[in-house]
């Protein structure tokens, strides 16, 4: 259409009329949310000898804080809008003219066991975990989520925040620096129609009790800040270890839930396990009382495989929730050569119960379950030279999906 031959007043009325249509959209939207009818059943405990946990270590690490006092290494592009905008009213359309993840999708909630859109149909999220975002700031920036949605298919992403290791929150992190990170992850997420977890990432303290307080005031103000942000899904403890046994997440959990649910009221919360959350077993055996919860498993493919397996498909089909926030294919050191047998295996379990799933990690580190090898320095447009094993194997998972 040659718009010089346009006639204002048609014009004056199309656009009113668009702005009514998306106003009109950002409420439905808005509203859409439903009430989940189903909690998981507190149907009999399926008992399972842990495997021999192994326990992540790294000796070589930059610490958080050099990472984020190094101001090149901050985004600083495309400050955070403020809360008015919601997602609902930004780029509702990719360039190609597709919807966004979150405009084909609406708010989520759990129905039994699945995560369920704003249409009342399943959904299954997928996408890359960052590696902690301390340690790798530069990959949150809205080239790199651009690419990872468009030019990868994916539809969320999460942004793992370490609360005692890595330059972690609760201890030698920068609160404000770290808080800023998120805050822009959170921002290009919404920007681009995607989906976008917010990880608490327990792990060298085990126990979630440990930071208890800061958790608080943590998600407090996070889901105080994303109230209106219906793609913003809280995980509240990445991965209990030793001490942190499911009644110590429980007490856990029966503190912080509350507290998102007072601000954001049918968030969607991903609920960590024990032993690296690989005990998804007990959350069966005594699930939680709160409906929109999910809980978490991460598997590890050259370390977990049948019996791991075996327990998520025994989980789900006894009615429990489950969504896999990270794995990798390589062993649970994140390290070592990868399982291509073993990574199939668990592909196959996941699409058969269209279990979400984000991998494990978004970064150019020198070990095998990072993405891009350590030579690269792009922060998108990959081609196969710049991806690792486990790069070329997620992509290519990730391209097949059809949606
Ligand atoms: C690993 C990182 C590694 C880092 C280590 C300790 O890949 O670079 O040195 O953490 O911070 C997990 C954890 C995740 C681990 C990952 C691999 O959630 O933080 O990342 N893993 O060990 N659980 C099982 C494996």
Redesign the pocket.
Known sequence: MNFATVNPTKKAYSLFAVCTILLIASCINGCGQKTPETTPPASAAVSYSAAAP?S???ED?LTGTEAIENPDETPKEDEPMDNETTQNTINPETPDGAQTPFARHGALHVEGTALTDSHGDPIQLRGMST??IAWFPEYINPETFRYLRSGWNTNCIRL?M?TA??GGYCTDGSQEELKKLIQGGVEYATELGMYVIIDW?V?SDQNPLTYKEEAIRFFDEMSKQYADYDNVIYEIC??PNNAGTWESVCAYAGEVIPVIRANSKNAVILVGTPT?SQDIDQALAAPLDYDNIMYVL?F?AATHTDWLRERMRTCIESGLPVFVS?F?ICD???NGAVDLEQANAWKELIETYNVSYLC??LAN?N?S?SILVPGCSKLSDWNEEDLSEQGRWIRDWFLGEKE
Do not use: M, Q, R
């Open positions: 192994v992540p270590t790294d690490i590696h902690g793992a370490y290791e890595n990432h792990l990445n991965e690296w991460h590890y990270e990798g649970a050191s994140g494990w990690n580190k070990e379950s």
